[in-house]
């Protein structure tokens, strides 16, 4: 880690927010329904938030780690959540 572990993670933190936000707009323009927005918030955005407050009490490996396995099944929930939308 290059500029520190608390910069790092300040960086993760601005990452996952601007990532939640940013994954509204397919809702907004309407290229998807509102299955779409129950299965991203449910499958992905509460979940990375999750991971977010995890990170601020336990940013050691064992914490880092965790997220890393947590952050894997977010990816499967991400892919499901476009697979749902084509329904």
Do not use: H, Q, R
Not at 9 to 19: A, P
Not at 71 to 87: A, P, R, S, W
């Amino acid at each position: 880690v290059l500029y520190g572990v608390n910069k790092s993670l300040l960086l993760v933190y601005i990452l996952i927010i601007i990532f939640c936000v940013l994954s509204l707009i397919p809702f907004i323009m309407g290229e998807y329904g509102y299955l779409y927005l129950l299965a991203l918030f449910f499958l992905v955005v509460i979940p990375l938030i999750l991971v977010i407050l995890f990170l601020l009490k336990n940013s050691t490996s064992l914490g880092c780690s965790i997220v890393s396995k947590a952050t894997k099944y977010i990816i499967l929930g991400g892919m499901l959540t476009i697979f749902l939308t084509e329904f």
